[in-house]
């Protein structure tokens, strides 16, 4: 089944690909056949095995992005691509092109910023169980630190509003760039939903570029640092508290010794234990100006975002929308 969304709505479906010569054809046919009025571009990230041949051979338009990462290469898309609706998927056959036309038409009838296509059979993924449990931990992480709901923000099947696009600041240089995605929803308070799809194996010849320790603690640390510009108060706050708990614990068998003998032998220690409770105090007072720092990007990264151009309601209203009988997919609120 196809999805033709109104004449004045330009839907971009994004592939962004490194070595998936073995996929990539079937992958951008799938996506003329689902949605046949998008723009297909894919993004070779340094290919060394045809993926930009095949590509074009599909039928898909090529572009190039020469620093290696997905980040870099996701950054190079929204800045380069001028659409109403942007369909993002990976280039490797685990998402179904067919799933496009759920996630235009929920980003279109939910009326939200970004549409999730959360993986459903994940953990089939050629036996990489280490990745699943990853996923599952870093979505509670995620939860404790930003506190929207997502249930799968390692998703590399979106669909996003222009708004969203063109707000997004886009920092990251690899596979942690969804992560920031969602912590950009989060920030600004964006509509978001979720939509479960099924997540296929990849077809033989193809092979995951993810690390399992390597990429976990690249993504780890992009936790730490999304946390420090974005929820600074909190980050400073506990690295003021160990600070100030083990400045205690040098402080307080000197205070005892004092309290019980009148004297102070230990005198670097209570120097050392007075230096990090100053630096704690100080720690402590920098995230209380970064926090108000961090108000005020929010504020200008939220007017950037409303001064993007909406779908038209005109258009909204003129969109079809038809359901496929008997195959409705639930609508997550995240």
């Known amino acids: 089944m196809t999805f033709a969304p109104s004449s004045d709505v330009t839907v971009a ?3 962004p690909c490194y070595n998936e010569a073995a996929t990539i054809a079937g992958v951008v046919r799938g996506f003329r056949e689902a949605v046949p009025s998008a723009r297909i571009v894919v993004y070779d990230n340094n290919s060394t095995d045809g993926t930009a041949l095949q590509a074009m051979l599909a039928g898909a338009e090529v572009l190039r992005e020469r620093r290696q990462g997905k980040g870099h ?6 800045a380069d691509i001028e659409a109403d609706i942007y369909v993002m998927a990976d280039g490797d056959g685990t998402y179904s092109p067919a799933d496009a036309e759920e996630l235009i038409r929920t980003l279109l009838t939910e009326r ?14 050629a036996g990489r169980q280490g990745h699943a449990a990853g996923n ?3 979505n509670i992480l995620y939860r404790s630190i930003f506190g929207a709901d997502f249930t799968d923000i390692f998703s590399g099947y979106r669909a996003f509003s222009r708004r969203f696009v063109k707000s997004f600041p886009a920092v990251s240089a690899g596979f942690e760039i969804e992560t920031e995605m969602s912590v950009h929803a989060s920030r600004l308070k964006l509509p978001v939903c979720e939509l479960e799809l099924d997540y296929g194996r990849r077809p033989e010849g193809s092979h995951s570029k993810l690390s399992t320790y390597k990429d976990g603690l690249r993504i ?3 936790f730490a640092m999304l946390m420090k510009e974005t929820r ?13 708990s083990i400045s205690m614990a040098f402080m307080t068998p000197v205070l005892a010794e004092y309290f019980a003998t009148g004297l102070v032998s230990k005198m670097p220690t209570w120097i050392l234990s007075m230096a990090l409770l100053m630096i704690s105090f100080l720690i402590f007072t920098a995230g209380l100006v970064l926090d108000s720092v961090a108000r ?7 007017i950037h975002y409303l001064n993007q151009k909406q779908i038209s309601p005109k258009a909204l209203a003129e969109t079809p929308v038809p359901r496929q009988n008997g195959n409705d997919k639930d609508v997550r609120v995240a």
């Open 220 to 222: 780890l640390w992009m």
């Open 136 to 138: 599952r931990m870093f």
């Open 296 to 302: 005020s990007r929010n504020e200008q990264l939220r």
């Open 13 to 15: 479906v994004l592939l």
């Open 112 to 125: 939200v910023d970004m549409v999730v296509g959360t993986r459903r059979g994940v953990t089939a993924d």
């Open 73 to 78: 290469v996701v950054r190079r898309m929204f």
């Open 232 to 244: 600074p108060f909190a980050f400073f706050s506990m690295i003021s508290a160990v600070t100030l």
